[in-house]
């Protein structure tokens, strides 16, 4: 649909752009013309979205939010005992 008047204000290229990031440290790209949610924090910005997508990337390696209990865990080892 090229041409049309209505860009999803989420992936515009052109538009600018904040990093949020909430305290279970998970990240969003936030138009600039919207409102900050509460919970979330400006991590970085305003910049472009590509400046905005690097930073995430950079930063947020564990896709699980820091208090999620249900992230799988290592596994118990068996305890050897010495004599």
Do not use: I
């Not at 509460?38 to 699980?64: N, S």
């Amino acid at each position: 649909m090229s041409g049309s008047s209505s860009t999803n204000p989420f992936e515009d290229e052109s538009a600018v752009y904040r990093v949020l990031v909430n305290a279970e440290g998970q990240y969003s790209l936030w138009p600039e013309f919207a409102a900050v949610p509460a919970g979330w924090d400006t991590a970085h910005g305003p910049d472009t979205r590509a400046a905005c997508v690097a930073h995430v990337e950079e930063r947020w390696t564990a896709l699980a939010p820091a208090g999620d209990s249900a992230a799988p865990a290592e596994p118990e080892r068996e305890k050897v005992r010495v004599s």
